[in-house]
T-cell receptor
Framework: AQTVTQSQPEMSVQEAETVTLSCTYD???????LFWYKQPPSRQMILVIR??????QNATENRFSVNFQKAAKSFSLKISDSQLGDTAMYFC????????????????FGQGTILTVHP | GAVVSQHPSRVICKSGTSVKIECRSL??????MFWYRQFPKQSLMLMAT?????????EQGVEKDKFLINHASLTLSTLTVTSAHPEDSSFYIC????????????FGPGTRLTVL
């Protein structure tokens, strides 16, 4: 079983500043993936960043980076140089690694954090 | 690449009618598609997992006779809300996984259902 917890219902940041969104998780799986998804007002879910749990190196995608602490089961998202377009609801999610074949394990989402970027 | 579409984007129907929502993977084949329900400012709630050519697996508490799922091909899954009632009003989102690739799911733009 997997659980994902986002303890910050809402966050705000000034444009060009840096903000960190928190996420903790629990899983009984030995191999798994962690994700951050963004859902802007359009409600289209957009993949922000993906981390393979067996890789120690933190994933980075342009202004977005994660701090993955496997022992602490923590997976925070840092957004640098925040932009107005970053305003969205952000979801942390985990998923067991596909062991092979054609079936996919389920994504488990956190409660979400609403991020507002102010000009 | 990895585009998922949903149709319709919005639908309004009368109580007691049935509504079908289509989910298509436009540029890839997806053996597995997922259907979620989302209330405003809340997280996504998984309703069912749909595998091509087989029966869907429903999450606990989801009525399979109410929410009929068909996954007839590697690019199309449908969700039919039967005898819809106002409490079925919600935002429905599908996602699809790519065969043989990483475990990332790609999401459709969602369908807003309003039952009067």
């Amino acid at each position: 079983a997997q659980t994902v917890t986002q303890s910050q219902p809402e966050m705000s940041v000034q444009e060009a500043e840096t903000v960190t969104l928190s996420c903790t998780y629990d899983t009984s799986e030995s191999n798994y993936y962690l994700f951050w998804y963004k859902q802007p007002p359009s409600r289209q879910m957009i993949l922000v960043i993906r981390q393979e749990a067996y890789k120690q190196q933190n994933a980075t995608e342009n202004r977005f980076s994660v701090n993955f602490q496997k022992a602490a089961k923590s997976f925070s998202l840092k957004i640098s140089d925040s932009q107005l377009g970053d305003t969205a609801m952000y979801f942390c999610a985990s998923k067991p690694r596909n062991a092979g074949g054609t079936s996919y394990g389920k994504l488990t989402f956190g409660q979400g954090t609403i991020l507002t970027v102010h000009p | 690449g990895a585009v998922v579409s949903q149709h319709p984007s919005r639908v309004i129907c009368k109580s007691g009618t049935s509504v079908k929502i289509e989910c298509r993977s436009l540029d890839f084949q997806a053996t597995t598609m997922f259907w979620y329900r989302q209330f405003p400012k809340q997280s996504l709630m998984l309703m069912a997992t749909s595998n091509e050519g087989s029966k869907a697996t429903y999450e606990q508490g989801v009525e399979k006779d109410k929410f009929l799922i068909n996954h007839a091909s590697l690019t199309l899954s449908t969700l039919t809300v039967t005898s819809a009632h106002p409490e079925d009003s919600s935002f429905y989102i599908c996602s699809a996984g790519i065969i043989g690739a990483t475990d990332t799911q790609y999401f459709g733009p969602g369908t807003r259902l309003t039952v009067l």
